[in-house]
């Protein structure tokens, strides 16, 4: 059998394999696509998570602050003994 390139085999065969690489390209070129997609979508759903975290815990600290100011000013001895203890041991701590 001869192996010509006019041979309608080959032709035929070297048609098939320019499609496969047409394919193969369009298929790179798809998944390429769809990565960064997907890339894009989780680094917005993080940012909007740790966006949504961070008001959180600013609204809780908030809070917590107003808290805290109420207790001081209705016990303000306690308060002042409190912090005079924390500071002795704090003293104590640094030291050594």
Sequence with gaps: ?????TDPTMI?????VAALKRDIGTLLTHLR??????????????????SRL?????????KSAKALGQQIE????????????????GGRLLTR
């Design 12 to 16: 035929a065969l070297q048609e098939d």
């Design 33 to 50: 696509t769809t990565a960064t997609s997907t890339a894009q979508n989780a680094a917005e759903q993080i940012e909007d998570g740790a």
């Design 1 to 5: 059998m001869s192996s010509t390139l």
């Design 74 to 89: 209705e016990q303000p001895a306690l308060a002042l003994l409190v912090l005079l203890g924390l500071g002795y041991l």
């Design 54 to 62: 961070y008001h959180s815990a600013a609204k809780e600290s908030c």
